[in-house]
């Protein structure tokens, strides 16, 4: 009965690799976001979507591109990865954008 | 400096003492959340407190804002070996977002 799933969970991948992390909400929330948090625990968002629709992107590189396919579901691809790229990553949603937010388990990202 | 900063970085106390972690925030905000992080786990929403509120309880937890002072309190009673976590204030800037603070690391020994 996971509200916010994330996979993979661990992700070891080499530079220059091009990987996705997937997420899925069951709650029925209409927004839905990615943040990164780094090694000093600090929280930052990345993107969010409300309804599938693109309404927060954060200067990320434009190697990492979002895709809502629907409301339940927001994934994150990375291109070209790269060492600065480690961090955790978690996904996580709410109805409205004021609200609380559910968070996923979040996936552990290192690029060697 | 940062939105949502939480103060202190680090708490460390022994159970069933009171532990108090404090936010302060530079904008006007519509509400400030609490949320906690176990080690190794996603973030969980503990209480959200209106602009138009001064004070929320759940359980041993309760919540105190100030937007005079743009700050705000979050004070565990009777603390657990369990409620060791990181604790996170997030305020919402416009609206649009969640703005999370650097965390308050909260041990307590048992």
């Known amino acids: 009965d996971t509200a916010v799933s994330q996979t993979p969970k661990y992700l070891v991948t080499q530079m220059g690799n091009d990987k996705s992390i997937k997420c899925e909400q069951n709650?029925?929330?209409?927004?839905m976001y990615w943040y990164k948090q780094d090694s000093k625990k600090f929280l930052k968002i990345m993107f969010s979507y409300n309804n599938k629709e693109l309404i927060i992107n954060e200067t990320v590189p434009n190697r990492f591109s979002p895709k809502s396919p629907d409301k339940a579901h927001l994934n994150l691809h990375i291109n070209s990865l790269e060492l600065g790229d480690s961090a955790v990553y978690f996904c996580?949603?709410?109805?409205?954008?004021?609200?609380?937010?559910?968070f996923g388990p979040g996936t552990r990202l290192t690029v060697l | 400096s940062q939105q949502g900063e939480e103060d202190p970085q680090a708490l460390s106390i022994q159970e069933g003492e009171n532990a108090t972690m404090n936010c302060s925030y530079k904008?006007?905000?519509?509400?400030l959340q609490w949320y906690r992080q176990n080690s190794g786990r996603g973030l969980v929403h503990l209480i959200l407190i209106r602009s138009n509120e001064r004070e929320k309880h759940s359980g041993r937890l309760r919540v105190t804002l100030d937007t005079s002072k743009k700050s705000s309190s979050l004070l565990i009673t009777a603390s657990r070996a369990a409620d060791t976590a990181s604790y996170f204030c997030?305020?919402?800037?416009?609206?649009?977002?969640?703005?999370f603070g650097e965390g308050t690391q909260l041990t307590v020994n048992p």
């Open positions: 709650l029925g929330h209409d927004t």
């Open positions: 996580a949603s709410s109805q409205g954008v004021r609200n609380e937010q559910f």
């Open positions: 904008t006007s905000i519509n509400n």
């Open positions: 997030a305020t919402d800037e416009s609206g649009s977002r969640l703005t």
